[in-house]
């Protein structure tokens, strides 16, 4: 659906100086509320809960309440009709003709994408299975910037399910706008899904760095470490005296952590059967008492399982409620900013995508993930791909940002396909992608060797 609206679908669709705004808007709404009290009045959000939600939901939808909007909202995954198998087009087009804003969280990757082509008003991605959640990110770095007076250059240790969390898979990606060094720290068989790794890498300039473990050692043997910080200093300006082991206020040399980001396990994203991590971090006052700890703050999504002790409640470091609690001005800001209630004092935030080469694929290629939203709903969502490379062909997902290697492009014309290399000589709408050259030989496409000679 072709329009102007904004949504806010993965943390990437703000520009840097977008959420500095969004930040100093909400912490005016945090000072003092009763100025926002009807600045979304005669609005409705659509807060739509496909999965279990406690902070999320109850902070939008306190936050609608807040600006004096109203809020309709499915609160169980069996309760409306996508639990009799309408497809979240459906369901997208017909809601988005009541409400003015509709958040959702989903369990497939992507669905918020898909929800919001489908419909013409401003989606929040409230989580979308193991993808992302953009609010959250905002909610972690508004409390990261509110406590340490900036986030470039500080140190953030991720420590938990890394591979399935979505808080952190949208986090890295804002600590990396802002400049921060990241710490992962995952739980056994646990690490960050490599797609993520690579657009680290190949977006942001980031390089996993070899970390000695007598630096850090506040996790227990048999848990893997990976460091990253920017390669690309001047892109980044990143701090020299950080390469070195200077905190950003250049005095004392630091081996020390600055946030350390608890998550839980996700069971609910494991495959049936798979067993409970072997070995896991577990943050406890002991750990904290070590001296790289000293100002460490510590945060943490929640829901809390045992990952984080209860005894750290109490300690001035452990900062998680008051983080929640940032989630109502947080969201009342992004909110007001994506109803155009609130205009941001910066220029529009570039759309990401609008510059990125789209290859949309009605025959062959699909998703390599079976829950991304366009594996789950093929007969409405076309699988769509970014073009990262042409030699070898890589593809990213449009709606769950996994990575795809093609090994056979084809001519829809001839119907005879090529090695992946001829890629430029076939007219774009011509074009087409395979897995395979086994994939497009099933799809009726014969199988040539020579270059392509067709304009
Ligand atoms: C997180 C989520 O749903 O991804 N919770 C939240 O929104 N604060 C984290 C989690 O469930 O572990």
């Given at each position: 659906?072709?329009?102007?609206?904004?949504?806010?679908?993965?943390?990437?669709?703000?520009?840097?100086?977008?959420?500095?705004?969004?930040?100093?808007?909400?912490?005016?709404?945090?000072?003092?509320?009763?100025?926002?009290?009807?600045?979304?009045?005669?609005?409705?959000?659509?807060?739509?809960?496909?999965?279990?939600?406690?902070?999320?939901?109850?902070?939008?939808?306190?936050?609608?309440?807040?600006?004096?909007?109203?809020?309709?909202?499915?609160?169980?995954?069996?309760?409306?009709?996508?639990?009799?198998?309408?497809?979240?087009?459906?369901?997208?087009?017909?809601?988005?003709?009541?409400?003015?804003?509709?958040?959702?969280?989903?369990?497939?990757?992507?669905?918020?994408?898909?929800?919001?082509?489908?419909?013409?008003?401003?989606?929040?991605?409230?989580?979308?299975?193991?993808?992302?959640?953009?609010?959250?990110?905002?909610?972690?770095?508004?409390?990261?910037?509110?406590?340490?007076?900036?986030?470039?250059?500080?140190?953030?240790?991720?420590?938990?399910?890394?591979?399935?969390?979505?808080?952190?898979?949208?986090?890295?990606?804002?600590?990396?706008?802002?400049?921060?060094?990241?710490?992962?720290?995952?739980?056994?068989?646990?690490?960050?899904?490599?797609?993520?790794?690579?657009?680290?890498?190949?977006?942001?300039?980031?390089?996993?760095?070899?970390?000695?473990?007598?630096?850090?050692?506040?996790?227990?043997?048999?848990?893997?470490?990976?460091?990253?910080?920017?390669?690309?200093?001047?892109?980044?300006?990143?701090?020299?005296?950080?390469?070195?082991?200077?905190?950003?206020?250049?005095?004392?040399?630091?081996?020390?952590?600055?946030?350390?980001?608890?998550?839980?396990v996700q069971k609910e994203r494991f495959v049936p059967g798979t067993e409970k991590p072997s070995s896991y971090p577990v943050i406890?006052?002991?750990?904290?008492?070590?001296?790289?700890?000293?100002?460490?703050?510590?945060?943490?999504?929640?829901?809390?399982?045992?990952?984080?002790?209860?005894?750290?409640?109490?300690?001035?470091?452990?900062?998680?409620?008051?983080?929640?609690?940032?989630?109502?001005?947080?969201?009342?800001?992004?909110?007001?900013?994506?109803?155009?209630?609130?205009?941001?004092?910066?220029?529009?935030?570039?759309?990401?995508?609008?510059?990125?080469?789209?290859?949309?694929?009605?025959?062959?290629?699909?998703?390599?993930?079976?829950?991304?939203?366009?594996?789950?709903?093929?007969?409405?969502?076309?699988?769509?791909?970014?073009?990262?490379?042409?030699?070898?062909?890589?593809?990213?997902?449009?709606?769950?940002?996994?990575?795809?290697?093609?090994?056979?492009?084809?001519?829809?014309?001839?119907?005879?396909?090529?090695?992946?290399?001829?890629?430029?000589?076939?007219?774009?709408?011509?074009?087409?992608?395979?897995?395979?050259?086994?994939?497009?030989?099933?799809?009726?496409?014969?199988?040539?060797?020579?270059?392509?000679?067709?304009?």
């Amino acid at each position: 659906m072709e329009s102007n609206k904004r949504d806010l679908l993965a943390i990437e669709d703000l520009s840097l100086q977008e959420i500095e705004a969004i930040f100093s808007l909400a912490n005016q709404m945090e000072e003092s509320l009763s100025p926002y009290s009807s600045l979304c009045s005669n609005r409705i959000m659509a807060s739509l809960f496909f999965e279990p939600s406690t902070r999320t939901r109850l902070s939008f939808e306190t936050a609608m309440h807040r600006l004096g909007g109203r809020v309709i909202s499915v609160s169980e995954a069996d309760t409306s009709s996508l639990a009799k198998g309408e497809s979240l087009a459906d369901t997208a087009r017909v809601i988005g003709s009541y409400v003015d804003i509709i958040v959702i969280r989903h369990p497939w990757e992507g669905s918020a994408r898909a929800f919001a082509e489908y419909t013409p008003v401003p989606v929040i991605n409230g989580g979308d299975g193991g993808h992302q959640h953009p609010t959250q990110t905002l909610c972690d770095l508004y409390t990261i910037k509110k406590e340490k007076g900036h986030i470039k250059g500080l140190r953030v240790a991720l420590c938990g399910d890394l591979r399935n969390g979505r808080t952190v898979h949208s986090l890295v990606y804002g600590l990396a706008m802002f400049g921060a060094e990241i710490i992962c720290a995952p739980g056994a068989d646990l690490d960050m899904p490599p797609h993520l790794l690579t657009k680290l890498k190949t977006e942001y300039g980031y390089e996993p760095v070899q970390l000695n473990r007598s630096d850090i050692k506040f996790l227990k043997e048999g848990l893997d470490l990976l460091y990253m910080s920017p390669s690309k200093p001047v892109q980044l300006s990143f701090p020299e005296e950080s390469f070195v082991g200077f905190s950003a206020k250049g005095k004392e040399l630091v081996r020390n952590i600055d946030i350390l980001y608890v998550t839980r396990v996700q069971k609910e994203r494991f495959v049936p059967g798979t067993e409970k991590p072997s070995s896991y971090p577990v943050i406890d006052k002991k750990t904290l008492a070590e001296a790289k700890f000293k100002e460490t703050i510590v945060m943490h999504p929640l829901p809390r399982v045992d990952e984080l002790a209860p005894e750290v409640d109490t300690d001035p470091r452990g900062i998680y409620f008051k983080q929640a609690a940032r989630g109502v001005p947080i969201r009342m800001a992004i909110t007001s900013f994506l109803l155009g209630a609130k205009k941001l004092p910066v220029e529009e935030g570039p759309d990401q995508r609008k510059n990125k080469e789209i290859y949309k694929s009605r025959h062959g290629l699909a998703c390599a993930n079976k829950n991304c939203a366009s594996f789950k709903e093929r007969q409405f969502l076309a699988p769509k791909f970014e073009i990262l490379s042409q030699e070898p062909l890589k593809l990213r997902c449009v709606y769950c940002e996994y990575e795809i290697e093609a090994r056979c492009v084809g001519n829809l014309r001839s119907k005879r396909c090529y090695p992946p290399e001829n890629i430029t000589k076939i007219k774009k709408e011509h074009l087409v992608i395979f897995e395979s050259i086994k994939q497009a030989e099933e799809l009726s496409f014969k199988s040539v060797n020579a270059p392509v000679s067709l304009p």
